[in-house]
């Protein structure tokens, strides 16, 4: 059975996803603040964190980087619905995905189970490595490295930068990598370009002028391995 650990100060709400994550099957731990949290999840390392970024003391953002600081592990924030700026810093700092409260109990059993499918699928996928542009990827062993420098990537991180590596020079939209790289068919496209703005952070020469993943105005991305560097003022 999955663990999910559930990072809340709300016991209410606590309870409630608590109630709902068992009866779909999982185990579950509770935390009610970011020091709980790092030890439970030294404790028993979970196959997934619930974090409320509302936390007393250590906030979940907080929580969130000292997770990852220890390993890999798939997050679902809890966010107020108008709290905008703190999702776009979660999905920055590597969470897979939020939910806005006041939310369906089911929705985030449905956001939980669709994380995990992801997350397991990416590990039990075979494929030979892949190399491009000074970048090879091994998607068995989970490890990425760019000349002699490993490169520290999230879960979905790795995974956008497998499928880019092997679709070289095809455009993706934003809806194709919601849809291939995190099975979702709807969804806030913006994590797309979250995940898109990280990942040329760690492999880029100049993020702020990329010239591996492109931005195709109207259409979506296309990585292109065979593309000089050059200074064109790409974002997106």
Same mark, same amino acid.
């Given at each position: 059975m999955r663990n999910i650990l559930v990072v809340d100060d709300d016991p209410t709400v606590a309870e409630v996803v608590t109630g709902y994550l068992e009866r779909a099957g999982f185990t579950v731990e509770r935390a009610g603040d970011g020091v709980q949290a790092l030890r439970a999840a030294d404790s028993r390392w979970p196959d997934l964190v619930v974090l409320d970024l509302m936390l007393p003391g250590m906030d979940g953002l907080q929580v969130c980087r000292e997770l990852h600081a220890r390993g890999p592990v798939p997050v679902v924030m809890l966010t107020a619905r108008g709290d905008e700026d703190d999702r776009i810093l979660g999905l920055e700092i590597g969470a897979d995905d939020y939910v806005t409260k006041p939310f369906s109990p089911?929705?985030?059993? +449905?956001?939980?189970?669709?994380?995990?499918?992801?997350?397991?699928?990416?590990?039990?996928?075979?494929?030979?490595?892949?190399?491009?542009?000074?970048?090879?990827?091994?998607?068995?062993?989970?490890?990425?490295?760019?000349?002699?420098?490993?490169?520290?990537?999230?879960?979905?991180?790795?995974?956008?930068?497998?499928?880019? +590596?092997?679709?070289?020079?095809?455009?993706?939209?934003?809806?194709?990598?919601?849809?291939?790289?995190?099975?979702?068919?709807?969804?806030?496209?913006?994590?797309?370009?979250?995940?898109?703005?990280? +990942?040329?952070?760690?492999?880029?020469?100049?993020?702020?002028?990329?010239? +591996?993943?492109?931005?195709?105005?109207?259409?979506g991305y296309r990585f292109d391995p065979d593309r000089p560097s050059r200074p064109d003022h790409e974002e997106g």
């Open positions: 089911r929705e985030l059993v +449905l956001r939980v189970e669709s994380v995990l499918r992801r997350s397991s699928a990416a590990a039990a996928a075979p494929g030979a490595a892949l190399r491009a542009a000074g970048i090879e990827v091994d998607p068995a062993g989970r490890r990425a490295v760019k000349g002699a420098r490993d490169l520290a990537l999230t879960l979905r991180e790795f995974d956008l930068l497998v499928h880019f +590596l092997r679709h070289p020079g095809r455009v993706c939209s934003r809806e194709r990598l919601m849809r291939d790289v995190w099975g979702w068919d709807f969804g806030d496209l913006s994590t797309v370009t979250v995940h898109v703005r990280r +990942l040329r952070a760690k492999i880029e020469d100049d993020p702020a002028h990329p010239a +591996l993943i492109q931005t195709v105005w109207g259409a």
